[in-house]
Structures are given as structure tokens and as C-alpha cells.
């Protein structure tokens, strides 16, 4: 019978065990790590809207592709092509980084599907599994899984963003504003948490049983047709899982900071001012490093367990709620079906 306590743990001596899994963790957590939770706190925000509709309306006073602009990029160059040509540069070492911070990101989500799945299957919680062998994966099923998450980011951002628009009004109309902002809520909200989920069963699809992208996307929604319940009880045990891991790491991080603290404050009273920004400056280093080496260990558990459990479908698994239905009810829903 499957168990969630199982499949947890055995994620979890999964992700404690293999400890190179944790430097994927690091960058697909740029994509995955908290899907759920951020779509319910950015509707609930009424800064999702306003970030929204003022970066489109810089981005459309920009100017950015009228005649003027490139006008001036060629007078610039004109007059300073020295200084011209270390700007560009410079844009041109950004966009690059900005692409491998991307690459990295879909590869380390690929891979971290793909090697989790590896040692599940191998029923040992150390398998022969690599980053190496991550990589190639990640290489092998980039473009799919890019556009899977391209898709998704852009459906569920827009989704999220009409959820939170009447916030932006509610200081003219309360009433109306809070009607509509409801509505929307129940309609809208379901279905981008639902697309999130969806979205993981494809990339499984993609990466371990080598569908394209088009073939993945309605075998996930089969699938998760099949086992949206379950789906649903899932992303709430790990969203239950990242609330207590977020605070003991916040709780963490405060205890580590505290003799920095300390030793800042003796440094300003006892030398210099500058004595005491390299003790601030050495702490934030600190706590930083220490808080993305957890959220690392946090995203690998999470892509893990996601996996684990894209293992046990099909083969007839019940969640909790189903178990605790009555069998008249089962049979009215399936004859519903």
C-alpha cells in the first residue's frame, strides 16, 4: 500500500545520501523550488499587478526599438567607439551569463528528475548516477523541457496577474474590487496550480520516458486527470514540508548571524568603523551561503519527491482522501467518469 511516510523518507536518505544532487538543486531552484506557494502569495499581492503594469509601461516608454534609439546607439559610437565598445561588451558578458544561468537551470532540473529516478528505480538509496550523467541527460532534453517551462511561466504569470488585478482598484470600488478579486481567485488559482503540476509530469514524461513535447503534455494531462487528488494532497505534505524547513533555516540563519552581531558591535566601540563593516559584510557572506546551500538540499528533496511519486502512479495508488471515501461514492464518481 502506498505510503507517504515511505516515499518521504526514502527521498529523503535519497537526498541526504547523494550529496552531488545538491549542486543541481542549486540552480533549479531558479525555476521549481516553491511553484505552488508562490502562485497563492503573489495573488494574494497587490504588487504582482503593479510590478506588472509598470514594467510594461517602462518598457513601452523605453523606446528601446524606435528609430531614435538607434540613432543615437550609432552617434554614440561615432563619437566615443572606445567607450561604445566596453559597453557593449559588457551587455554582451551579461546576456551570456544570463543564457548559462538559464541552461543551467533546465539542465539541473532535468538532471535531478532523471538521476533521482535512477536510484529509485535501482531500489538503493546510492545508485550509479553522476553529475556527468546528469548533464547528458539534462543536454539531451533541454529544448522540451525549456519550452514546458517557458509555456507555464508565462501562462501561469498571466493568470496570477489577472487574479490580482482588481486589488490595484479596491481603493475606488471595495465591494465590486473584492467580488471580482474572488471570483477570479476560485476560477483562475486552480488552474495555474493545476498547470503547475502538470507541468512536472511533463518534464517526467520528457526526460525518463522520451516524450516530445506535444505527446508529454497530454500524457501528463491523462495522467494527472487520473491522479489529481493525490497530486493535490502532494503539493500540500511538501508545501507543509517547505514551511517548517523555511523557518528552522531562518531560525538557523539568525542564530548564525547573532556573533557577527556581537563582534560588529565590539568592533565599532572597541576600533574602527571599517572593522566593523568587514565583520557585517563577512556575516551577510555567511548567512547567505548558508541559506542557498539549504535551499539546495530544499529543491533537491522537492524535485525528488516529486519523481518518487511520478513512480508509484499508474499502478493504482490511492491517496488519503480516497481511502477514507466511502465505496458508494467511489463508484458514483467512477459511473460519473
Not at 554614440?76 to 559588457?90: K, N, Q
Not at 548516477?129 to 522540451?144: C, D, E
Given at each position: 500500500m502506498f505510503s507517504y511516510r515511505k516515499m518521504l523518507l526514502q527521498t529523503l536518505r535519497i537526498t541526504l545520501k547523494n550529496k552531488y544532487l545538491w549542486f543541481f538543486g542549486l540552480f533549479a531552484s531558479l525555476l521549481s523550488i516553491g511553484a505552488e506557494y508562490q502562485i497563492l502569495t503573489r495573488a494574494m499581492s497587490r504588487s504582482a499587478s503593479w510590478n506588472w503594469l509598470y514594467s510594461w509601461e517602462r518598457f513601452l516608454n523605453s523606446g528601446l526599438f524606435s528609430q531614435e534609439f538607434f540613432s543615437r546607439i550609432f552617434d554614440?559610437?561615432?563619437?566615443?567607439?572606445?567607450?561604445?565598445?566596453?559597453?557593449?561588451?559588457?551587455g554582451l558578458i551579461i546576456v551570456a551569463a544570463f543564457l548559462l544561468l538559464i541552461w543551467l537551470a533546465v539542465v539541473s532540473q532535468i538532471a535531478l528528475v532523471n538521476n533521482s529516478y535512477q536510484i529509485i528505480k535501482s531500489k538503493k538509496d546510492i545508485a550509479?548516477?553522476?553529475?556527468?550523467?546528469?548533464?547528458?541527460?539534462?543536454?539531451?532534453?533541454?529544448?522540451?523541457?525549456?519550452?514546458?517551462?517557458?509555456?507555464?511561466?508565462?501562462?501561469?504569470?498571466?493568470?496570477?496577474?489577472?487574479?490580482?488585478?482588481?486589488l490595484i482598484f479596491v481603493i475606488w470600488n471595495r465591494t465590486f474590487s473584492a467580488i471580482i478579486y474572488i471570483i477570479l481567485f476560485i476560477l483562475l488559482i486552480p488552474l495555474a496550480v493545476g498547470l503547475s503540476l502538470l507541468i512536472k509530469y511533463a518534464i517526467a514524461f520528457v526526460v525518463l520516458k522520451n516524450k516530445k513535447f506535444k505527446v508529454a503534455l497530454k500524457s501528463a494531462w491523462t495522467l494527472f486527470m487520473q491522479?489529481?487528488?493525490?497530486?493535490?494532497?502532494?503539493?500540500?505534505?511538501?508545501?507543509?514540508?517547505?514551511?517548517?524547513?523555511?523557518?528552522?533555516?531562518?531560525?538557523?540563519?539568525?542564530?548564525?548571524?547573532?556573533p557577527f552581531f556581537f563582534l560588529a558591535m565590539i568592533l565599532l566601540s572597541a576600533f574602527t568603523s571599517l572593522a566593523f563593516w568587514s565583520a557585517v559584510i563577512l556575516g551577510v557572506i555567511i548567512v547567505t551561503i548558508f541559506i542557498i546551500f539549504c535551499g539546495s538540499i530544499l529543491s533537491t528533496f522537492q524535485a525528488a519527491a516529486w519523481t518518487n511519486l511520478f513512480n508509484h502512479l499508474g499502478r493504482g495508488v490511492e491517496s488519503r482522501i480516497e481511502r477514507w471515501t466511502p465505496e458508494n461514492v467511489k463508484t458514483a464518481t467512477i459511473n460519473f467518469k
Open positions: 554614440s559610437f561615432g563619437r566615443s567607439p572606445f567607450l561604445m565598445s566596453l559597453v557593449l561588451a559588457i550509479d548516477s553522476s553529475l556527468h550523467s546528469g548533464i547528458l541527460a539534462g543536454a539531451k532534453n533541454f529544448w522540451s523541457v525549456l519550452w514546458l517551462n517557458l509555456v507555464s511561466k508565462i501562462i501561469i504569470n498571466i493568470l496570477v496577474v489577472l487574479v490580482s488585478l482588481p491522479n489529481w487528488i493525490i497530486s493535490l494532497e502532494m503539493s500540500f505534505v511538501l508545501f507543509a514540508i517547505s514551511f517548517v524547513a523555511t523557518f528552522v533555516i531562518l531560525t538557523l540563519s539568525l542564530v548564525l548571524a547573532l
